[in-house]
């Protein structure tokens, strides 16, 4: 009776992790699906969950790209499979999972239509965005200098300033302070949704980028209270973990 005892609570458990990946209290995503692992082109939807349960595509899908490698497992809100490969700073992978949407990043002439609730940071010669592994307290994290940055290192790791395709960012929250027990030394930083290059002709080093409409309707629509994700997976990695995930 003991033993049958622990193994329906070690089956619960279990079945809890399985069933913990997507927030119970989410009703909006951002959906990318690559053809494979290797690949860098994404399809993107934003999806959100209705009253009734069911999950509507509200935009897309559109075509994004990703990191010129591909994907590999990132740190985010899911469980990566035991002995997986993750993401490693400069590795030219995006990183695959499902993520928080973080705030936004702007140095764009135009304003960007986006709800009140979503922190929106002018960018400046001031802020940097650490991708160093060798300053861990400050590692993917973002810091404003009290002066504009000056030193090699300042402006290392200063974020751009006049490149109209990060003129517009929204934060991927891959290995933030946003996920408990992270940000991890060297397993990627800076990851951001951003405006893509050469309409669409070039990858990204990570991040993933799409039309500058699209990444400004997509940003209109998030509502924080709807608790917004990214989920960016392989389509057969998609397919796979779609029912035990929940996912849309």
């Known amino acids: ?3 049958r005892l622990v193994f329906l609570i070690l089956f619960v458990l279990c079945s ?5 990946q997507l927030p119970a209290n989410c009703s909006q995503a951002v959906i990318g699906i690559a053809d494979g692992w290797d690949s860098s082109v994404v399809s993107l939807s934003l999806v959100e969950k209705q009253a009734n349960g069911q999950w509507v595509r509200i935009l897309g899908p559109v075509q994004g790209r990703l990191g010129r490698a591909g994907l590999v497992w990132g740190l985010g ?53 650490v991708s160093d592994p060798s300053q861990p307290h400050l590692y993917n994290r973002h810091i404003r200098l009290s002066h504009p940055a000056s030193t090699p290192w300042e402006l290392k790791e200063q974020m751009r300033q006049t490149d109209y395709a990060h003129s517009i960012k929204l934060l991927i929250c891959h290995n933030t302070q946003e ?22 002709a070039a ?20 509502d924080p209270a709807r608790n917004p994700v990214y989920i960016l997976l392989p389509r057969t990695e998609y397919t796979r ?8």
């Open 77 to 129: 809100l899911h469980t990566n499979p035991r002995g997986a490969t993750t993401k490693r700073e400069g590795d030219g992978r995006s990183p695959a999972g499902i993520f928080h949407i973080g705030g936004l990043w702007t140095t764009h002439k135009s304003p960007v239509k986006h709800h009140r609730g979503i922190p929106e940071v002018k960018v400046d010669p001031r802020d940097l965005w």
């Open 203 to 222: 990858p990204t080093a990570g991040c993933t980028s799409m039309a500058e409409s699209n990444l400004r309707s997509i940003i209109a629509r998030l």
């Open 16 to 20: 809890c992790a399985a069933f913990a």
């Open 179 to 200: 996920t408990p027990g992270r940000p991890v030394v060297g397993a990627g930083s800076s990851i951001f949704f951003h405006i893509w290059r050469r309409d669409g």
């Open 1 to 3: 009776m003991e033993k």
């Open 241 to 248: 973990l779609r029912s035990p995930w929940r996912l849309p």
